[in-house]
């Protein structure tokens, strides 16, 4: 049963600085300094961990992609091999632990690019 009168859950949005850790299909990948946010996508630095080498060469494919020639048309294969890698980053299990609250926040989208993360929790 619903019960009507129960306060809407606000979403955590946390404050810049905040630490937090990134975990892909259920293993800790990095560590994430939060710097911000901008319309309903969070940003911070990224550090990765040992872990995250698993992950590395999908999000590199992407970067080299998406920085190809940023004033041009991507080629057919260029625009293929985006979307393909665009697929599977779509598809990992991502989520993002604030361990001071010990919130977990499922991500929807996920970008990392160097050491730039942005993130959109579903």
């Not at 299909?25 to 550090?47: L, M, P, Q």
């Amino acid at each position: 049963m619903i019960d009507e009168k129960a306060p809407i859950p606000k979403v955590f949005i946390p404050p810049a600085g905040t630490q937090a850790c990134l975990i892909i299909n259920g293993t800790d990948v990095g560590r994430i300094v939060v710097k911000g946010w901008e319309s309903s996508w969070a940003f911070g630095t990224f550090t990765p961990l040992a872990a995250f080498s698993e992950y590395a060469p999908l999000f590199g494919v992407w970067s080299l992609l998406m920085h190809d020639d940023e004033h041009a048309p991507l080629h057919e294969t260029a625009s293929a091999a985006l979307a393909e890698a665009e697929r599977k980053m779509d598809a990992l299990h991502a989520e993002v632990h604030f361990p001071d609250r010990d919130l977990r926040v499922p991500v929807g989208q996920l970008n990392i690019d160097g050491e730039l993360i942005e993130w959109k929790m579903l």
